[in-house]
Nanobody, 119 residues
Framework: QVQLVESGGGLVQAGGSLRLSCTASGRTFSGHAMGWFRQAPGKERTKIATIRWSGNSIYYADSVKGRFTISKDNAKNTLYLQMNSLKPEDTAIYYC????????????WGQGTQVTVSS
């Protein structure tokens, strides 16, 4: 079992920044990839950024490219999402996820952290 715990969400004004963290615990984490997803009210959960655990292959959704940066600290089993130039449309619950079997299948999820961007 892998437990994922997110932190760092909150309320910020448009144009501001936040950094989310996600720490993996439980059995020794040796997954293939980790990622950040978000779900806005009334909308489906969408993938916004992923990173391979070994190496640095990174994906960004077009909606966050150039504003968000995903990174990891393998020694701390921690994933980060630096969010800059935040917009009201970035308001959502942000979820951390881990892919432990194959890179494209995220099978462990955190509980989510709320990010609210005011205009």
């Amino acid at each position: 079992q892998v437990q994922l715990v997110e932190s760092g969400g909150g309320l910020v004004q448009a144009g501001g920044s936040l950094r989310l963290s996600c720490t993996a615990s439980g059995r020794t984490f040796s997954g293939h990839a980790m990622g950040w997803f978000r779900q806005a009210p009334g909308k489906e959960r969408t993938k916004i950024a992923t990173i391979r655990w070994s190496g640095n292959s990174i994906y960004y959704a077009d909606s966050v490219k150039g504003r968000f940066t995903i990174s990891k600290d393998n020694a701390k089993n921690t994933l980060y999402l630096q969010m800059n130039s935040l917009k009201p449309e970035d308001t959502a619950i942000y979820y951390c996820a881990a892919a432990t079997v194959v890179p494209a299948l995220f099978d462990y999820w955190g509980q989510g952290t709320q990010v609210t961007v005011s205009s």
